[in-house]
């Protein structure tokens, strides 16, 4: 099993704490709901979760140093992106792009998820996501899960060069060959 899907699983258990690094210092993110993660996401703010969900002194902490210049917006915007990244077991863009796609359709999701029995305020992001992502997928033709899967997984803008991973991508592009070649072998009047 590779590190992202023991990460995601990790994810999905529980409400974890979150640590994230800011130079020198390492600051935690008590155990939130997918609720609290969502609401940071779609704040709107600058940097909803560092330091939006650290416990109100460090939020000071964070702030000061901010202003002081001993963390810059980049290290700042890092942070962000690793936390959600932990909380989740998602890559951020994707964790990120999950939760902005619920929203504009939370009629719907938000009844699907409600009637699978999660509640956002008590269960994991990991497991909120995980059970979007499913619900979505699920009834996908093959080549339209591969379209909605490269949306979701495409790096941002300026960030492709950096996080392509081609390891992961040729076993990804392999297991689609492999599954399109079974089809192929199973066609009508081809035996099984």
């Given at each position: 099993?590779?590190?992202?899907?023991?990460?995601?699983?990790?994810?999905?258990?529980?409400?974890?704490?979150?640590?994230?690094d800011?130079?020198?210092?390492?600051?935690?993110?008590?155990?939130?709901?997918?609720?609290?993660?969502?609401?940071?996401?779609?704040?709107g703010?600058h940097?909803?979760?560092v330091?939006g969900?650290?416990?109100?002194?460090?939020?000071?902490d964070?702030?000061?140093?901010?202003l002081?210049?001993?963390?810059?917006q980049?290290?700042?915007?890092?942070?962000?992106?690793?936390?959600?990244?932990a909380?989740?077991?998602?890559?951020?863009w994707?964790?990120?792009?999950?939760?902005?796609s619920?929203?504009v359709?939370?009629?719907?999701?938000?009844?699907?998820?409600?009637?699978?029995g999660?509640?956002?305020?008590?269960?994991?992001?990991?497991?909120?996501?995980?059970?979007?992502y499913?619900?979505a997928?699920?009834?996908?033709?093959?080549?339209?899960?591969?379209?909605?899967d490269?949306?979701?997984?495409?790096?941002?803008?300026?960030r492709?060069?950096?996080?392509?991973?081609?390891?992961a991508?040729?076993?990804?592009?392999?297991?689609?060959?492999?599954?399109?070649?079974?089809?192929?072998?199973?066609?009508p009047g081809?035996?099984?």
């Amino acid at each position: 099993m590779s590190q992202p899907e023991v990460s995601l699983a990790l994810a999905s258990l529980r409400v974890w704490a979150v640590e994230v690094d800011l130079g020198d210092r390492t600051y935690r993110i008590p155990p939130l709901p997918a609720s609290e993660w969502f609401a940071a996401v779609l704040s709107g703010e600058h940097a909803p979760i560092v330091p939006g969900l650290l416990e109100p002194a460090d939020q000071e902490d964070v702030i000061d140093r901010l202003l002081a210049g001993d963390v810059t917006q980049r290290v700042l915007e890092e942070a962000n992106h690793d936390a959600l990244a932990a909380a989740s077991g998602w890559k951020w863009w994707e964790a990120e792009r999950l939760i902005a796609s619920a929203a504009v359709g939370w009629k719907v999701i938000g009844g699907l998820l409600q009637g699978a029995g999660l509640d956002l305020s008590t269960a994991p992001l990991g497991a909120v996501l995980s059970s979007m992502y499913a619900m979505a997928v699920t009834h996908m033709k093959p080549e339209d899960r591969f379209s909605f899967d490269a949306q979701l997984s495409a790096p941002p803008l300026g960030r492709a060069r950096e996080m392509f991973d081609e390891a992961a991508y040729a076993d990804n592009f392999a297991e689609l060959l492999r599954a399109h070649q079974s089809k192929t072998l199973r066609a009508p009047g081809k035996g099984a």
